[in-house]
């Protein structure tokens, strides 16, 4: 007899669910999320740091002037780096890789749209096929109305952060490319609300939701896949075989491939096409009240925006003191060029007679009023020029 792992593979698409860019090698699973959190973990591999860096100058380049605003240069690195590593991933595993939207912009449509756009076209000018690239986007109302714009682009979506039928119903009729349910996000707000810790596997909520919005796609023939994940125990996850796309974490993995038992098809796509559902119309009008009276999806959507939003705020955090670094690096630079070009006798000041600027700037650079001025003093005042430059942008 196969194992649960070799006849749930059969049923659907199973992907390890990984988190970190050196498992790939060691996991080659099938598809990845490239999430802020996974970008900032590669960012800190020393065999990355020089991909970071040419990141930042490129962005640099790229804004514009001869000094962009920080933030600006820091966002742009961050996408130029989602793109070279999504890149490089897809040289490695075999399915797509899903870029993480800023989470920020998950009610700003034309951010989204925007974004997406930008990102969508350096994947192609690295020769990424369009196919196995998706941006993933909060199933907000604007987030499922960007997904509408962006799939007749050609550009796919995965709508994250599905917890109601409203938000499920609205992807499928935009045509999103997939949407992710949490199985176990969903399961955790029950057993708060509830109290109740142990579920049957047939009676999980997350489960039931999962199957709930299986059955309504394939009985109305939407083309959109649903990958549950998040799973907490094994049975949450043999539970819905048959599911498009389940994403498992390695240990549950490990587990199926170790038992040996008969593993029933759970979601079936010809007894869902004969099952008595109604189709739903949804608009935003019907969207948002819908929203308003579901508690769990306004709940775990708020709480799960709120996340994505602290994980790209660490990210770029962290890009930017790599930012800063390179910038302080270069002012250090100009600032010996400088003082190697005044002090002319090279006994580590500059005097009055070696200054050829003006009097008032030499009085601003004696910090000290002692009538010389050394090295530190002169990158205190370079470093007071760049922050007055950087209040005037």
């Not at 050196?22 to 996991?27: A, H, L, Q, Y």
């Not at 049957?200 to 990958?227: C, K, L, Q, W």
């Not at 819905?240 to 390695?250: I, K, S």
Request: charged share 25%; net charge negative.
């Amino acid at each position: 007899m196969s194992t649960l792992r070799d006849q749930l593979e059969r049923m659907s698409i199973v992907i390890t669910d990984i988190g970190d860019f050196r498992s790939v090698e060691k996991f080659r699973p099938r598809d990845i999320v490239l999430s802020s959190s996974f970008i900032a973990a590669a960012a800190q591999l020393p065999e990355l740091a020089t991909a970071v860096d040419e990141g930042l100058k490129w962005a640099q380049r790229a804004a514009g002037s001869n000094m962009p605003p920080r933030d600006y240069v820091v966002r742009l690195g961050i996408d130029w780096l989602a793109v070279q590593l999504g890149i490089r991933l897809l040289g490695i595993i075999p399915g797509r890789i899903a870029v993480d939207l800023d989470a920020r912009l998950a009610n700003d449509v034309r951010g989204l749209v925007e974004r997406a756009r930008w990102l969508i076209s350096h994947f192609d000018a690295g020769g990424a096929p369009r196919s196995r690239v998706l941006m993933r986007i909060p199933a907000t109302w604007e987030g499922i109305r960007s997904a509408e714009i962006l799939e007749k682009e050609g550009i796919h979506a995965c709508l994250t952060l599905v917890f109601g039928m409203h938000q499920a119903v609205a992807a499928a009729e935009a045509r999103a490319t997939l949407v992710a349910p949490l199985v176990g996000r969903i399961v955790d707000w029950h057993r708060h609300q509830s109290g109740i810790e142990t579920y049957s596997p047939a009676e999980d909520p997350g489960v039931a939701f999962v199957r709930r919005i299986y059955n309504y796609y394939r009985h109305h023939n939407f083309s959109t896949e649903v990958m549950a994940g998040s799973f907490r125990n094994l049975e949450e996850v043999t539970e819905l075989a048959g599911c498009d796309r389940l994403l498992v974490a390695p240990n549950f993995l490990a587990g199926l491939a170790m038992t040996q038992t008969m593993l029933p098809r759970r979601l079936d796509p010809i007894a869902a096409r004969v099952a008595p559902i109604p189709r739903v119309a949804v608009d935003e009008a019907s969207f948002r009240s819908a929203h308003a009276n579901d508690t769990l999806a306004k709940d775990k959507l708020s709480e799960g925006l709120y996340g994505f939003g602290r994980a790209a705020l660490a990210l770029e955090k962290q890009i930017g003191e790599r930012l800063d670094f390179l910038v302080d690096g270069k002012r250090r630079n100009l600032v010996r060029e400088l003082f190697q070009v005044f002090d002319l006798d090279g006994d580590g000041v500059i005097s009055r007679e070696e200054w050829a600027g003006s009097t008032e700037v030499f009085d601003a650079l004696d910090m000290n009023g002692d009538g010389l001025i050394d090295f530190d003093e002169v990158g205190a005042g370079l470093g007071a020029a760049f922050r007055l430059s950087d209040r005037i942008r």
